[in-house]
């Protein structure tokens, strides 16, 4: 069966410092993988998605970016956080018989 | 484009009465439509999904494409119906995103 690891589960970081967010899919081979993000009092939002190795789309201009190095592995990156990042981060592979989310990180910029 | 809205972000009920949540969507295209839960400390997972017309815990949703809705129901809510629920359209292209309402909690009280 298909799991998604993601991590960490909380992370506190200070404005201005560096953000790497790391998510990995086992049982399944070439997945379109997603990162989500839900704001205090908002929906899950699109942030990227990759349909495969070192192919990645953005959905809205932002301060993050994202990687795709290997197959199963996707990264959520920023070089200088910023306040308005705070918030819950999800990642999901899908396909088209459904999807899987991991269990989130929360982030908070302080 | 793509939208989806969730017009209430708070629904409150007692056990034992009806429930709906409302959902409706924009997409210049035939969309396919889902229901997710996310029960308090647990993973977001798919409740429901439009084409399988199913009922799963006593809940259905009709898609109703003159009106645009994807509305939810129950007719007799759970104690343990208390979560996050979000709408979710899917693009029907190679891409699989899901586009996601802001969506509604539910409190069903005792």
């Known amino acids: 069966s298909q799991t998604i690891h993601q991590w960490p589960a909380t992370l506190v970081q200070p404005v201005g410092s560096p953000l790497s967010l790391e998510c990995t899919v086992e049982?399944?081979?070439?997945?379109?993988l997603y990162w989500y993000r839900q704001a205090a009092g908002r929906g899950l939002q699109l942030l990227f998605y990759?349909?495969?190795?070192?192919?990645i789309s953005s959905e809205v201009p932002q301060n993050l970016s994202a990687s795709r190095p290997q197959d199963r592995q996707f990264i959520l990156s920023s070089k200088k956080l910023l306040l308005s990042d705070s918030g819950f981060y999800l990642c999901a592979w899908g396909a088209i018989y459904g999807y899987t989310f991991g269990s989130g990180t929360r982030l908070t910029v302080v | 484009a793509q939208r989806v809205t969730q017009p209430e972000k708070l629904l409150s009920v007692f056990k034992g009465a009806p429930v709906e949540l409302k959902c409706n969507y924009s997409?210049?295209?035939?969309?396919?439509l889902f229901w997710y839960v996310q029960y308090s400390r647990q993973r977001l997972q798919l409740l429901l999904r439009h084409i399988s017309r199913e009922s799963i815990k006593g809940f259905t949703a009709d898609l109703n494409k003159g009106e645009t809705s994807f509305h939810l129901k129950k007719p007799f809510a759970q104690e343990e119906d208390s979560a996050m629920y979000y709408c979710?359209?899917?693009?029907?292209?190679?891409?699989?995103?899901?586009?996601f309402g802001s969506g509604t909690r539910l409190l069903v009280r005792p």
């Open positions: 997409y210049s295209g035939s969309p396919e």
């Open positions: 049982g399944t081979s070439n997945p379109n």
């Open positions: 979710a359209l899917r693009r029907m292209d190679s891409s699989y995103k899901l586009i």
């Open positions: 990759s349909v495969g190795i070192g192919q």
